[in-house]
């Protein structure tokens, strides 16, 4: 924890998170390591010591962002259209991963191994939603965080990424159904 570590420590710390925020919200998953420790003004051993893998820095930079994402899932918790409250917060997160380069890298799946502190906070908050909504049994918090995942990793060179995401959940929700 960063608190635990010498004022130095913190400082570099904290200075290399608000660089990476800066450079993932400016190129997204992919921002350079390099680049973000030449601009905090430290050597790279210092932000992988701090942040050991791309992913956890990623974590770090989501982290406020999946605290209101988790926040907002027990706001809507309890809402008399349980399923409705569950689209409604699957909708905000879509919304979240677009506008927030980065953040569906930080909630995807990485390997067989479920280790992923994001996604865990958000199906963690959004199981009461699930459990609510009537869905059919096999659907899991974590197939609904993929499909996020994926429709917006699919959509962010399109023009209009919002857009587009937003039109392929609601087409996901919809089903292939013709309307009656």
Do not use: K
């Not at 400082?11 to 992919?30: K, P």
């Not at 770090?60 to 988790?70: K, T």
């Not at 027990?74 to 909708?91: Q, V, Y």
């Amino acid at each position: 924890m960063p608190e635990r570590r010498r004022a130095d420590a913190r400082r570099n710390y904290a200075r290399i998170l608000a660089v990476a925020e800066d450079e993932v919200a400016a190129h997204g998953a992919d921002a350079s390591l390099e680049q973000i420790a030449r601009t905090a003004g430290v050597g790279s051993a210092t932000v992988r010591r701090h942040f050991p893998t791309r992913r956890a820095l990623l974590e770090a930079v989501s982290r406020e962002r999946i605290e209101a994402l988790c926040a907002r899932a027990r706001e809507l918790t309890g809402r008399d259209d349980s399923r409705n409250a569950l689209l409604e917060w699957l909708g905000d997160v879509v919304a979240y991963c677009v506008s927030a380069r980065g953040l569906a890298a930080a909630i995807a799946y990485d390997g067989p191994v479920h280790e992923n502190g994001c996604s865990a906070a958000l199906e963690e908050a959004a199981e009461p939603l699930l459990r609510s909504a009537a869905l059919a049994a096999d659907i899991t918090c974590a197939d609904l965080i993929t499909l996020i995942v994926g429709i917006t990793l699919a959509t962010e060179h399109y023009p209009d990424p919002a857009a587009q995401a937003d039109r392929l959940f609601r087409l996901a929700v919809a089903g292939l159904s013709p309307r009656s």
